[in-house]
């Protein structure tokens, strides 16, 4: 059977001499991995569809076993995120984000569009790492069913005040008047700042700005937030960490 969809490849692995086995995350289907004859050799017409960070039109048949690539048209292949090493060492987070939370054969439109639209900021855009990257923590959290507890505090139900706490561990909100011991304290602009993340279109959430301070502090409790969650090791995370 053949199909066609359009997908991003989040992870590629070389097998034999000149074959490929790729991860797409595509809007249709979710993770799909399928393997690309001949994808190494230098007169192979789909070694840039099909090479890390490609975005592509992909013509899939699926075997009894396994998918293989037939043909891959690239839309956009993010080439721009080879010239900087943080860019790309974030890029890579993402991808390998995408790969542990999205499932197979389950669409995943919103969570594409997401990475899409943090890979052209990562080409095109001037904006601040971080404001990406927690915004990308954050949506690709609610996505995968781990929306936090942010429409008011979790004690009392009141909505906002000027300062705030949000519980990493509970993924809840408390407002000044119910202190949680361990939560970290938020002005509520970094407050705002995830209700936006998590509530606004997916192609809005990296639209917002926060002052320095704001900003790291956004960064550490969307990090932390997704740890707790996921509790696994992510190398490319560490990997990101450490060139800053």
């Not at 594409?112 to 943090?118: E, F, P, R």
């Not at 609610?142 to 139900?157: D, K, Q, R, T």
């Not at 279109?201 to 550490?220: C, D």
């Amino acid at each position: 059977m053949t199909t066609t969809t359009k997908g991003l490849v989040i992870r590629e692995q070389t097998i034999g001499e000149s074959d490929r086995l790729v991860t797409l995350l595509t809007a249709d289907w979710g993770l799909v991995r399928a393997f690309v004859r001949g994808a190494k050799q230098v007169k192979s017409k789909l070694a840039s569809s099909t090479s890390l960070f490609a975005y592509s039109d992909f013509s899939l048949y699926r075997g009894r076993d396994a998918f293989s690539i037939n043909n891959a048209v690239p839309i956009e292949v993010f080439f721009d995120l080879r010239k900087d090493i943080v860019r790309l060492a974030l890029a890579q987070y993402f991808a390998q984000l995408a790969y542990e939370l999205a499932e197979e054969e389950q669409p995943a439109n919103e969570m594409l569009s997401v990475l899409l639209n943090s890979l052209h900021l990562l080409c095109h855009s001037g904006k601040d790492l971080r404001i990406i990257k927690s915004a990308v923590e954050f949506r690709l959290m609610c996505l995968s069913g781990y929306m936090p507890n942010i429409l008011a505090c979790a004690e009392c139900a009141t909505y906002e005040t000027n300062i705030m706490y949000f519980d990493t561990l509970n993924g809840c909100i408390y407002c000044s008047n119910c202190p949680k011991e361990g939560a970290a304290v938020c002005p509520k602009n970094v407050i705002t700042a995830i209700r936006y993340i998590c509530l606004t279109e997916p192609k809005k959430i990296f639209s917002f700005n926060l002052s320095e301070e704001n900003t790291q502090l956004l960064s550490q409790i969307s990090e932390k937030y997704l740890l707790t969650r996921v509790q696994k090791k992510l190398p490319t995370l560490e990997f990101y960490k450490a060139l800053q």
